[in-house]
């Protein structure tokens, strides 16, 4: 069974930094690509960040781009999200994605290409 276990989130003040991880099982984590998706109150899911299986190439959303880095331990079968410089706007649930394949084809909201999403973890960003 796919398992996707975010954790990390939490309250922090504006220019704060935080670090979500997700904790993968159930499949072969090396062989696929992982990704970020965030869902703001009263809005849309938003694409944040993907990271291709062996780690070499990631994306990231316009909106994040400079001030969050995604990367992945694929010994400890782990995703990681660190998020720096962090602005009121960046207020979401985080949620970790497995792509289909190795690799991801779109830096933008894409649901077809996603198997399976972690619960969420709240990141509220507030003085």
């Known amino acids: 069974e796919v398992q996707l276990v975010e954790s990390g989130g939490g309250l922090v003040q504006p220019g704060g930094s935080l670090r979500l991880s997700c904790e993968a099982s159930?499949?072969?984590?090396?062989?696929?690509?992982m990704g970020w998706v965030r869902q703001a109150p009263g809005k849309g899911l938003e694409w944040v960040s993907g990271?291709?299986?062996?780690?070499?190439?990631?994306s990231y959303a316009d909106s994040v781009k400079g001030r969050f880095t995604i990367s992945r331990d694929n010994a400890k079968n782990t995703l990681y999200l660190q998020m720096n410089s962090l602005k009121p706007e960046d207020t979401a649930v985080y949620y970790c994605?497995?792509?289909?394949?190795?690799?991801?084809?779109?830096?933008?909201?894409?649901?077809?290409?996603?198997?399976?999403w972690g619960q969420g973890t709240q990141v509220t960003v507030s003085s």
């Open positions: 990271i291709r299986s062996g780690g070499g190439s990631r």
């Open positions: 159930g499949f072969t984590f090396s062989s696929y690509a």
């Open positions: 994605v497995k792509y289909r394949g190795a690799r991801y084809y779109s830096n933008r909201y894409a649901p077809d290409e996603y198997d399976y």
